[in-house]
């Protein structure tokens, strides 16, 4: 006998995959390659002037190079919290027989 699995638990599991992946594997990947490519003194003709402190290395990023990683890092966290609202409907769901 196949058991068929509801779209709603597929929507969740993907939702909380896909955020958790931003937030622990992308944004991490992202600023890694970021950091290792930074200049370690500003630069201004490449756009390289919002220092990171990185374990005590400070290097410089670019504007968009940080707006990426904290976008990707706050994307995750979007994602993770539609996951629990998600889990909380359907909780409020199975306790009332809907």
Do not use: W
Not at 18 to 36: N, Q, R, T
Not at 70 to 75: N, P
């Amino acid at each position: 006998m196949k058991t068929r699995i509801p779209a709603a638990t597929v929507v969740v599991l993907c939702t909380f995959v896909l955020g958790a992946a931003l937030i622990f594997v992308v944004g991490p990947a992202l600023l890694s390659k970021y950091v290792a490519a930074a200049p370690r003194a500003a630069d201004v003709a490449s756009g390289h002037v919002h220092a990171f402190n990185q374990h005590g290395d400070v290097v410089y990023l670019s504007m968009p190079e940080q707006l990426l990683v904290g976008s990707v890092s706050g994307i995750g966290v979007l994602m993770l919290g539609v996951c629990g609202m998600l889990l909380r409907r359907a909780g409020r769901r199975s306790d009332t027989g809907m």
